[in-house]
């Protein structure tokens, strides 16, 4: 199986561009599983593939102060990278 992860350092409101990153994330495939990180979301995009940087309770204020928002995603998916890096890594040592 093949992760992907895709970075959509803005709003993700399933309109325009990131409509078209959403529609991506959203296929069924049976060999690939497709994660996009965002730094927050409309409630009709939230979803198993959907992976949202940013507490609900906090977006007004990181969104308020410049890049707080994008660079919380950008953290966020380098985390996720990571410790797939590192859960992938003990499966292979267990062979």
Sequence with gaps: MLNISSLFTFYCSDEG???TFLSLCQWNYPDFKTRM??????PSCRGNNMVESIPRYLRRVYYKLGNLAQSS??????????TCGLALQSKLLER
């Design 17 to 19: 561009i990131s409509h």
């Design 37 to 42: 990180v965002v730094p927050s979301c409309t």
């Design 73 to 82: 995603a950008e953290k966020r998916l380098i985390l996720m990278q990571f």
